[in-house]
């Protein structure tokens, strides 16, 4: 996984399927809406904090756990 494809297919609209250990998460990002935000556990964060806390919390996940990522395009 890598961090410049990961921001920019957030950015483009696509959601990140991750699964492990029978659970799935999704992240994805609302570019357009005010104010444009990306959704990771739940948790609406500022489009802003792409490149910071949700690359980081994404990283962080698939470096502690056995888990697996497909992209899904919008």
């Known amino acids: 996984m890598d961090a410049e494809v990961l921001k920019s297919r957030r950015r483009a609209g696509d ?4 699964v492990a250990g029978g659970g799935t998460l999704e992240v994805w990002a609302e570019p357009f809406p005010s104010p444009p935000s ?6 609406r964060f500022d489009l ?5 806390a949700v690359v980081e919390k994404t990283f962080a996940l698939f470096a ?6 497909c992209w899904i395009e919008d």
């Open 48 to 52: 802003k904090e792409l490149d910071t």
């Open 15 to 18: 959601g990140l399927e991750m």
């Open 38 to 43: 990306v959704y990771y556990e739940g948790e």
């Open 64 to 69: 502690a756990v056995d888990i697996r990522g």
